[in-house]
DNA sequence: TTATTAATACTCAGATCGAGTAGAACGGAG
DNA sequence: CTCCGTTCTACTCGATCTGAGTATTAATAA
């Protein structure tokens, strides 16, 4: 058999709100919005997406990339589907969350994933001794572990979500490994999701996490205007990673990725804050503009 | 009209000979290995991908990474199909240029990507002014064509290649415009290949030149051991751009990146270079190890 | 021997980065 | 009205990294 497949589309619609990280699913909460792509209708994948997004979730999805083409055998039960997984991000202040989609927050579905007050007590409770016992004498496997979950002084690298998810995935750390494999699961590590919907999740916040560097993405969640702590608690909520504040305002406002408006923000506590917005012009002045954010800790 | 396409897969199998990037493709020269998905023979698309490499080229891959799904309407004339485009490399040494397979220089395909030997004439010879007139007024015009190309004291950024080609598409410089669209290109500039082939191809020079500086991919493309010279070419013919030799030296010696062998090479002219090889390890020391090039950080 | 060529080694100034400290401007409590 | 906690904002400083240039070494060719 040779050819004709289905071919749907999912959407990773995230974005960030109270400092989290969130992806809108549906009402369920463990799938993300997908269907089919209609040929006659749809004169490219990402207008396909588009629309199906504003179908599903109501929504209207400014940036948009496509992410990963999932494919393989095991994914689905019924019969072979190619899902073409597209990332969009959204101000959260514009996203609705009415009764057509829910928001999921990133870290209850990957809680070993946020560092912001420090390593996820998760790791070494649930995850280190599994990862342990499946190393063995492998030296392979030392290294993969080592790498994946900064192991043995390795650093941790925030931008291998996706390792992390595959790597539990395999050992049986994650429900849907049982679901797939009909194997019971040793554990059951953060919210499940449809099929491999977490997986495709998992792709996008890692997607997320290697562009913020090199990528002035965070806007797209921001509203018109910020002030550069709002600004920095966002970066810090996709990063996972807390962030020195003086040495972040130094990046963005000496970086050329933000101006002042003179306008100040009146807050709850302290200092009125002054409101900015994103330099567009910094794309042409440096050629990969970004966050360049520090390796954590 | 939903649901049940045809699914194939493509591939750019890259490697560096003689200073420069080739892609492989069928004996013609215009077009890339490829073939359906066949259900039940193919777990998983990567297998798939090797699968059809190895029959249609004889070759045995050892890198291999999905790179983007394209499934326009407009991209193929007979009904719609979903193209699943990987990117591989092989190491120039392995790979046969036997009479199933042929070698393309890239720079020949995308003549304005080499700044090797300073500004490509063809650049303002055949490209500025077809630019220019296509901005028009249009600020939003302007600014894109000033990022893609690096024009008004914008920096040129390598890793656009895909943009740089789409481009140039839009506005009707090169072949397969003709061909898609009926209406005669203003120029032809580049070797034209089969349907959106090329466009793979930019977008597998895209990602190659962006992973340069973050993962450790040019040692894919080399043998085993090597001396730093080559190492350099090789990683100048991918990037497009000349490198300072002491530099490069101190960063992926001090860096950890490569390690040396104690073995002299016996060179053509010159004093002998030492041989070095891979440090795997690095891996684990250094969260994105990869030849941070100039402008690209 | 000497010139040529390419590999390797060193130097140095400027930029960047991580970390820490100090002042400024608000609201609220006494 | 003053003090205090809070948050925004402004400096400082040393270590490291980067870009660029120069010098030395070891081979071959004339």
Known sequence: MTGNLAVRLNAVIVSVSDERPRVMTLPDARALPAGDLETDRDPTLELALRRLVQEQAGIQVGYVEQLYTFGDQSRSPTGRTISIAYLALVDAGLAPAG?????VDCYDLFPWEDWRDGRPRIIEESIVDALEEWVGDSALRRERVDITFGLSGTPWDGARVLDRYELLYEIGLVAEKETDSGRPAIRKLGEAMLLDHRRMVATGLARLRGKLSYRPVVFELLPETFTLSQLQRVAEAL????LHKPNFRRLVERGGL????????????????????FRREVLRERPRPGLGLPSAR
Not at 99 to 103: D, K, L, S, T, V
Not at 261 to 274: F, L, V, W
């Open 258 to 277: 933000v101006e002042g408006t003179g306008i100040a923000e009146q807050r709850t506590g302290g200092r009125p804050a002054e409101l900015f917005r």
């Open 99 to 103: 009764g057509e989609a829910a928001w």
């Open 239 to 242: 990063a996972g990673v807390r």
